[in-house]
């Protein structure tokens, strides 16, 4: 599914060169649930915005599905994007005079379905996130664990192969965090579908079956998971 060889993400910063990302190789399998880990700096969402299309390499090859990203244009980097990526934030990003419904409905109105068919995906999305009695509410009507499962259903809309959620639970207290974990867990499991989270929360991470640490812009580690937390455990502590 993502095929990444010696990426690399450079800046100038005045006189200094700030290697953000600096020679990442790995594969990520079509299905997989994967964490990519690191404290702030350690060029996890350089990675994430390369992994997602938001952003290009300044060298290095990156493969989404064996198209190498690199050489796509802009409306082909926004077409692969609407059409493969589903996007998760810390902060919900969702419009605040909006119902969860038509927030809902926006990544199906880009893509140019018919206004029957964009509520009624709208509406299976938003049931399969637990809040199918909550379509005409406002963000400001809805719990912060609320609106993060809205745009859960806003991601999953579209029917993405990639599931790609930055810091999900960072806004969030312990117990909505739990929950919003079991989703992630949940969709996984149902759907198949390859989910990755970037986390700077060692207690996130061990959710996945997989874990890709980051420092100063390189991967230090790449560990299978065997023993997956069951969300619902209890938090332990690092």
Known sequence: MLQAEN????????????R?????SFTINE????????????GKSTLMSIIGCLDAPTGGKYL????????LDESQLAEVRGRKIGFVFQQFNLLARTSALENVMLPLTYAGFAGKERED???KALER????GRTHHAPNELSGGQ??????ARALVNEPAILLADEPTGALDSKTGVEIMELFQS???????????????????????????????KIVSDEVNANPIKAGAPRVEE
């Not at 996984?188 to 989910?195: C, D, F, K, P, S």
């Open 7 to 18: 990426l690399s993400k450079f800046y100038q910063m005045g006189d200094n060169e700030v």
């Open 20 to 24: 953000a990302l600096d020679g990442a």
């Open 31 to 42: 299905g997989e649930m994967v964490a990519i880990m690191g404290p702030s700096g350690s």
């Open 64 to 71: 989404l599905d064996g198209v190498a990203v690199e050489n």
């Open 121 to 123: 995906r709208a509406f």
């Open 129 to 132: 996130v637990g809040l199918g």
């Open 147 to 152: 609106q993060q499962r809205v745009a859960i």
């Open 187 to 217: 969709l996984h499991r149902e759907n198949g579908q390859t989910v990755i989270l970037v986390t700077h929360d060692a207690h996130v991470a061990r959710h996945t079956n997989r874990i890709i640490k980051l420092s100063d812009g």
